[in-house]
């Protein structure tokens, strides 16, 4: 079981952007698909990005064309860069494998003026 650790959360204005770290423990990383999900408050947590081992990505509608994950196998690091960001992004971000593990902490986004 690979360990994770998510970071780069914050509080961004409406429109700003984010851009959140998931570090791997391990170099077995490069063997899973990733996928970064939210929870926001009084929601259940989904799904918003998904990142196979061969680098295809896939999103939720609410953050296609603003949302972009990637991955540095090298790093053994997963990234979601968040562009245009609405009140609605708010939610607790985790990264985890694709299907799910062990969730980690999780990393807080507020969007809010």
């Known amino acids: 079981q690979v360990q994770l650790m998510e970071s780069g959360g914050g509080l961004v204005q409406p429109g700003g952007s984010l851009r959140l770290s998931c570090a791997a423990s391990?170099?077995?990383?490069?063997?899973?698909?990733m996928g970064w999900y939210r929870q926001g408050p009084g929601k259940q947590r989904e799904l918003v990005a998904t990142?196979?081992?061969?680098?295809?990505?896939n999103y939720v509608d609410s953050v296609k064309g603003r949302f972009t994950i990637s991955r540095d196998n090298a790093k053994n690091t997963v990234y979601l860069q968040m562009n245009s960001l609405k009140p609605e992004d708010t939610a607790v971000y985790y990264c985890?494998?694709?299907?799910?593990?062990?969730w980690g902490q999780g990393t807080q986004v507020t969007v809010s003026s």
């Open positions: 985890n494998t694709h299907p799910a593990g062990v």
């Open positions: 391990s170099s077995d990383f490069r063997f899973y698909a």
């Open positions: 990142i196979t081992i061969t680098g295809s990505t």
